[in-house]
């Protein structure tokens, strides 16, 4: 895994997903399976992915008491997924159950998945976080804080925004994954995004892997698109 640009598979079925991905030749692009797909199509698509030979980012953000989401963790290690990924404000407890379900889930001699941390969710403007959540502090103190909390959980990193790598970079070190959605291609529709920026801007941001949905999903040549994001990532091809 050195610096993954992931697709977000925003699909409801299994159908579409593989016809998607038909188009990717030889290629086997880093995928993302969110909510969406998962909850209708099950541990079934992960197989079906996992056989044609891609690495998989299992996005449900888990967030409940610690032993519901150990227990949860160890179910999803199971499936052999490569990333999954817990709400930071579930607390450092639940943070640390979670590592410790994914050891227990691990077949013997296969890797345990890496788990990641949401700090806030990029929908959360500064006005949510004040009148509805009632924090008082700022957004950067609050992501930072968080990052901080997952990294001495013994996480591997955090859904951020690339404006926020920097920063998270900074406290919590280098090797620390910051995965970061948001991105978009100078000219492509911003859509719902509101913080979004270029592959390039989330190298220069020290963003460890990239999230792109829509930007490939709904482009008229989609494997173009992603080539295009991926010599713009600097992976090789
Ligand atoms: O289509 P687009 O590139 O905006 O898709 C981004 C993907 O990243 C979606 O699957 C979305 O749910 C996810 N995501 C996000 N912002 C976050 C966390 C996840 O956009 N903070």
Redesign the pocket.
């Known amino acids: 895994m050195q610096k993954p640009l992931i697709i ?1 598979l ?1 699909f409801q079925t299994k159908f579409d997903t593989i016809h998607f991905l038909e188009q990717f030749e030889n290629e086997r692009p880093f995928v ?1 399976v ?1 909510m969406e797909l998962f909850y209708r199509e099950g541990p079934a698509i992960i197989e079906a992915l996992k056989t044609r030979g891609h690495e998989i980012f299992l ?1 449900l953000k888990l967030h409940d008491i610690p032993n519901t989401v150990q227990q949860g963790m160890r179910s999803l290690a199971s499936l052999g997924v490569d990333i999954v990924n817990v709400h930071a404000a579930g607390g450092m407890k639940m943070m640390q159950a979670a590592k410790e379900g994914l050891y227990a889930g691990t077949p013997l001699g296969m890797k345990s998945p890496k788990c990641i941390a ?1 700090t806030q ?3 959360t403007s500064d006005e949510t976080l004040r009148n509805e959540l009632l924090i008082e502090e700022t957004m950067e103190s609050t992501v930072r804080h968080y990052a901080n909390m997952a990294l001495q959980s013994g996480l591997d990193g955090v ?1 951020c ?1 690339v404006w926020e790598a920097a920063l998270i970079t900074k406290v919590c070190g280098e090797a620390f994954m910051k995965v970061t ?3 978009r291609l100078n000219g492509d529709s911003i ?1 719902d ?1 509101t913080r979004i920026a270029t592959p390039q801007e989330a190298l220069k941001q020290t963003s460890t892997a990239i ?5 490939i ?1 709904k482009s008229s040549n989609p494997l173009e698109s992603y080539l295009q994001i991926k010599d713009l990532w600097g992976n090789e091809r």
């Open positions: 977000a925003d993302k969110g996005d949401v969710l990029t929908s859904v925004s959605p948001g991105i859509d995004q999230v792109v949905g829509r930007s999903t």
